[in-house]
C-alpha cells in the first residue's frame, strides 16, 4: 500500500511518498481502507518531533482518517467489513489502509460524506470537549475565539453558538472574520490591524469575555487574557502561532480566573465512556443540521507533504482533506 512516511523528523519537505507491507489486524483490532482523511495541526509537529506523543521512526502522520472496514481481528465483533468507520488513531492515516484498536473506531452515521466524517472528530471534538468539560460555557456567556478561522477555531465558533453563548470571533484578516460570521459569530476582531485588548472591552462594555478559547497563543495570549471577566477561564488549547506564552500569575489573581488546559487526545484515553458521549452528541447535532462543517482544500495522498506546509504556513480556513 501507499503511504506518506515520516523517516526522519523535521519540515513537511523531509517527508516521503513509498509503497510499504500492508498490515494486518491483531486481537481486538480492525483495517480501515482509506477513502480520506483530516490534517490537523497536531500533525505539523509531531513530524518535527514536538508533540506529547512521539512515534518510532518511521511513521505515517496523520491522526483521523474515514473509510470502509476491509479486514477485522480476532475479538471485533460488534463491527464487520464493509462497515463505514471514522479512525481516531493518533498517527497513521496519510496511507491507504490502516490499524485501528476498537476504542478508536466510530461508525460514520447516516450520508455523512467521507471527506466530512475524515476532518470532524478532532476538530468537534476538541472545541465540544473544551467548551463542555473544561469551560462549562453557558447560555448568554460570551465567548471569545482566537484563531477562529482555523481548523479548530470555527468548530469553536460553531458550537459556542450551538451552546446559546454570544461569540466574538478573532483572525488574522477580513476574508477569514467573514467566513466565521457565516459560521454565526456575532462580533468580529481583526487582530493584525485591531488592538485585541481595546476591542474586547469595547465589545463587551468593559466587562470582558467569560471564556477565551486560545488555539493560537504566542503574543495574543496575554491581551486576550487581560480582556477576561470576573471568574473568567481561559482555555489552553495550543499553540499556532508559534510561541508558547507566559502570562505573569497575578493576572489570574486580579481577574478572579481560571487557566484550564485542554488536551483532547489524553480526554479520550482518560475517560472514554464521557468520550462517546461526547461524539453522540455531535453526531447528533450533525444529523440535526446545527453543525455544517467546512472544508476549504483537498489534496491527494501523493500531496499530502504540501496539505502539511499548507497547514503550517496558517493558509487553512476550516479543515484540509487529503483524498485517498
Not at 5 to 20: A, S, T, Y
Not at 45 to 67: D, H, R, T
Not at 121 to 130: C, R, V
Not at 201 to 209: E, I, N, P, R, S
Amino acid at each position: 500500500m501507499k503511504a506518506v512516511l515520516c523517516v526522519e523528523h523535521g519540515p513537511p519537505e523531509k517527508l516521503v511518498v513509498q509503497d510499504i507491507a500492508t498490515p494486518e489486524p491483531g486481537k481486538g483490532q480492525a483495517r480501515v481502507r482509506v477513502h480520506a482523511a483530516g490534517v490537523n495541526f497536531p500533525d505539523t509537529l509531531i513530524i518535527q518531533n514536538l508533540y506529547q506523543f512521539k512515534p518510532a521512526l518511521p511513521f505515517s502522520p496523520g491522526g483521523e482518517a474515514a473509510g470502509v472496514i476491509d479486514a477485522v481481528g480476532e475479538g471485533i465483533t460488534d463491527l464487520k467489513i464493509g462497515d463505514r468507520v471514522v479512525a481516531m488513531t493518533g498517527n497513521g492515516c496519510f496511507a491507504e489502509q490502516v490499524i485501528a484498536n476498537r476504542a478508536q473506531l466510530v461508525p460514520i452515521p447516516g450520508e455523512m460524506p467521507f471527506d466530512i466524517a475524515s476532518g470532524f472528530t478532532m476538530t468537534y471534538g476538541t472545541s465540544h470537549h473544551a467548551l463542555k468539560q473544561r469551560a462549562r460555557l453557558q447560555p448568554g456567556e460570551t465567548l471569545l475565539v482566537l484563531g477562529a478561522a482555523g481548523g479548530v477555531g470555527l468548530t469553536a465558533v460553531e458550537l459556542g453558538k450551538v451552546m446559546g453563548a454570544k461569540v466574538i470571533a478573532a483572525a488574522s484578516s477580513d476574508e477569514k472574520l467573514a467566513l466565521c460570521r457565516q459560521y454565526g459569530a456575532d462580533e468580529t476582531i481583526n487582530y493584525a490591524t485591531e488592538d485585541l485588548k481595546d476591542r474586547i472591552k469595547a465589545l463587551t462594555g468593559g466587562k470582558g469575555v467569560d471564556v477565551v478559547y486560545d488555539p493560537v497563543g504566542d503574543r495574543y495570549a496575554e491581551p486576550a487574557f487581560r480582556g477576561i471577566a470576573w471568574n473568567g477561564r481561559y482555555l489552553v488549547v495550543g499553540f499556532a502561532g508559534g510561541a508558547i506564552p507566559s502570562l505573569p500569575l497575578n493576572l489570574p489573581l486580579i481577574k478572579g480566573a481560571s487557566i484550564v488546559g485542554v488536551f483532547w487526545g489524553a480526554f479520550t484515553q482518560a475517560e472514554p465512556a464521557l468520550h462517546r458521549e461526547n461524539m453522540a452528541e455531535l453526531l447528533a447535532w450533525y444529523n440535526e443540521g446545527k453543525l455544517k462543517p467546512h472544508v476549504s482544500k483537498h489534496f491527494t495522498l501523493d500531496e499530502g507533504p504540501a496539505a502539511i506546509r499548507w497547514m503550517m504556513d496558517r493558509k487553512a480556513t476550516g479543515k484540509v482533506v487529503l483524498d485517498v
